[in-house]
């Protein structure tokens, strides 16, 4: 990870953590979220599994669930953990 790409995160992580403070409840795990998407970005698709861009776009997808439909949100997130287990598990 370059230097830039440092900033970036650390910077993002930071400000999240001060935003969760004032900010409702289910924006903490949206931002997370971005932090997963931030993070898959700044590597090189040789330097991963091809699983984590596919599971990333689901998860571009929930983003926008957070705003319009909580249960719907907290739905996606079980299954794109649930994916995630499931191919961690079978590694």
């Given at each position: 990870?370059n230097?830039?790409?440092?900033?970036r995160i650390?910077?993002?992580l930071?400000?999240s953590?001060?935003?969760?403070?004032?900010?409702p409840p289910?924006y903490?795990?949206?931002?997370l979220l971005?932090?997963?998407?931030?993070?898959l970005e700044?590597?090189?698709?040789?330097?991963?599994?091809g699983?984590y861009?596919?599971?990333?776009?689901?998860?571009?997808e929930?983003?926008?669930k957070?705003?319009e439909?909580?249960?719907?949100f907290v739905?996606?997130l079980?299954?794109?953990?649930?994916?995630?287990?499931?191919?961690?598990m079978?590694?």
């Amino acid at each position: 990870m370059n230097k830039k790409d440092q900033a970036r995160i650390f910077t993002f992580l930071l400000t999240s953590a001060r935003g969760c403070v004032d900010e409702p409840p289910l924006y903490g795990p949206l931002r997370l979220l971005e932090v997963y998407s931030l993070l898959l970005e700044m590597l090189k698709p040789e330097e991963t599994d091809g699983f984590y861009y596919k599971l990333n776009e689901k998860i571009e997808e929930l983003k926008d669930k957070c705003m319009e439909d909580e249960v719907q949100f907290v739905d996606g997130l079980d299954r794109v953990l649930e994916e995630l287990t499931d191919h961690v598990m079978d590694m």
